[in-house]
């Protein structure tokens, strides 16, 4: 699903956020990404979502190369792929139910598929019955939750997280984990970004670790081969 060969990612500053980065991701797993502030674990996930382009090397999701993926294609390949933020990124102006459909509207779905999707999102995430709610009388929990089901609304194959529970207590952080976990219990692709060590270290999942941009650990399936599709 996701296949990282030889990757570097130096910034026109000369900064080299990500050095000589290998790992493969199989269709359906879930993974950890972790390491300490600066190690390039964010660099990384936005690599995946071509908000950023490698420097050099490969990096290839679901078999498709992205430094040939043309521009207008960009936003195909971001459908495939749900995003979860540290900081929710919900519009307050809207309304819970408003803040999940917004990917689908972007998307020129119709009203009945909208509604649809939307409310098994929400009720997935345990938050129907706040759908009329606004994101400001919703709890940090409630609203990381609201943020999960914005990025899984379009059913996508692949979900990625950006410390998603850097601002949650343990057991809230329990509770989101458990839902990446019943995500990917259904076919979904995860990579979690974290610095939440004690919490990971109880779940049965690979740890892929960053250090100052180098991968130390957890890419025991190594994509040491150029692929070229």
Do not use: C, W
């Not at 309304?95 to 999707?117: D, M, S, W």
């Not at 939750?145 to 850097?166: F, H, I, M, Y």
């Not at 019943?182 to 690979?206: C, K, M, W």
Request: proline letters at 4%; glycine letters at 8%.
């Amino acid at each position: 699903m996701i296949r990282f060969v030889d990757v570097t990612k130096r910034y026109p500053n000369g900064y080299e956020a990500l050095s000589g980065v290998s790992f493969h991701l199989e269709q359906g797993e879930m993974a950890f990404l972790t390491g300490r502030s600066g190690a390039g674990k964010s660099t990384l996930l936005k690599l995946i979502a071509l908000i950023e382009r490698a420097s050099t090397g490969q990096v290839l999701v679901g078999g498709q190369n992205l430094a040939k993926l043309a521009r207008r294609r960009i936003p195909e390949l971001r459908r495939r792929i749900g995003v979860v933020f540290q900081d929710h990124r919900l519009l307050f102006d809207r309304t819970v139910y408003h803040n999940v459909a917004l990917p689908l509207v972007i998307a020129g779905f119709t009203h009945q598929e909208t509604a649809k999707r939307v409310r098994a999102a929400l009720d997935k995430v345990g938050l129907l019955h706040r759908e009329k709610a606004y994101p400001v009388t919703l709890s940090g929990g409630e609203q990381q939750r609201v943020g999960l089901a914005r990025a899984v609304v379009n059913r996508p194959s692949l979900l990625l997280a950006d410390e998603p529970t850097g601002n949650l207590d343990p057991e809230l952080s329990r509770e989101v984990f458990g839902l990446f976990r019943a995500f990917n219990q259904v076919g979904v692709t995860v990579l979690v970004a974290t610095h939440d060590l004690s919490l990971i270290e109880e779940l049965p999942y690979r740890t892929l670790t960053l250090e100052e941009g180098r991968l130390i650990a957890g890419a025991d399936r190594p994509a040491t081969t150029e692929v070229t599709p």
